[in-house]
């Protein structure tokens, strides 16, 4: 971490995970005097300077000084704040959370290569996200680990090999948290059809997913093995187990994501030509 403790960041966009990033940057000692945040939203303004941060409305203003300058707005509003921007960013760290923004598509409205394109996910806002990275030749090792160091601050940070793999990270860990929230619904909905207390359902399922990720993250096992061996032969995981196979459940599973990530594509697309 002590190379970005030395460095300006600046974020464009003051929004949910913007401030999870500012929130784990400062429990891992950047100063805030290194934040600046810009934001249109007099009231995100105010939260933020509360925290000792630079605040402003002046995005031109609030990169000027930045070393590392990350972009967390809405894809719908993108062209409309990096056109302003546009050859004020040679020689700093692009990073760019924003859902479906290709490099190619930043690097036009900006005029800069030196750019790292980051699909994060919600968990971040509890310091256990899940992050993948990609970043042309432009940028930089050192500035690649510079961006490592931004995003390791609420979790997980992982490259990918291809900006065409983001697609894939968005359908598993971009929207996958959404999954396992489906899937807790489904099992407090069952303990309670089966006569347990709203609570103690509730209770139940959350620290059973919580203990079967710990298990899975720990473990030398992979979660397939460690699903065998919960599931005694004539148990009752596998009478619940074969339920799920003839349902064919991994099977959707499976195609679910991958209309995800062909979603992705799409979104990707239409922001491209809506920059156009």
Not at 160 to 178: C, F, M, R
Not at 183 to 205: C, P, Q
Not at 245 to 264: G, P, V, Y
Request: overall charge negative.
């Amino acid at each position: 971490m002590s190379a970005i403790l030395n460095c300006n960041i600046s974020f464009i966009g003051g929004g949910n995970m913007a401030q999870a990033l500012i929130g784990g940057l400062i429990a891992r000692g950047v100063p805030t005097t290194r934040i600046t945040v810009s934001d249109p939203v007099e009231k995100v303004r105010e939260l933020l300077a509360e925290k000792d941060l630079h605040v402003t409305d002046d995005n031109v203003a609030a990169i000027r000084d930045a070393d590392i300058v990350l972009f967390a707005v809405k894809p719908q509003v993108l062209a409309n704040v990096l056109s302003p921007l546009k050859g004020l960013l040679a020689g700093k760290l692009v990073i760019s959370i924003v859902a479906g923004a290709e490099i190619a598509t930043i690097a036009k409205l900006l005029e800069t290569n030196c750019i790292v394109r980051v699909m994060p996910n919600t968990p971040a806002l509890v310091q256990t996200g899940a992050h993948g990275l990609y970043a042309g030749e432009a940028v930089s090792a050192e500035d690649r680990d510079l961006a490592s160091q931004v995003l390791a601050s609420t979790g997980l940070t992982l490259w990918v090999n291809s900006e065409a793999q983001i697609d894939a990270v968005t359908a598993v860990s971009g929207s996958g948290p959404a999954y396992f929230f489906y899937m807790m619904e489904s099992m407090i909905r069952a303990g309670k059809n089966m006569g347990l207390d709203e609570k103690v359902a509730t209770a139940l399922t959350l620290q059973t997913a919580l203990g079967a990720a710990q298990m899975a993250i720990t473990s030398a096992n992979s979660p397939a093995e460690l699903r065998k061996n919960v599931t005694s032969p004539n148990g009752t995981t596998q009478a619940a187990i074969e339920v799920f196979d003839h349902a064919k459940i991994s099977q959707n599973i499976q195609t679910a994501l991958a209309a995800a990530q062909k979603r992705s594509q799409e979104l990707a697309q239409e922001l491209s030509e809506s920059t156009k």
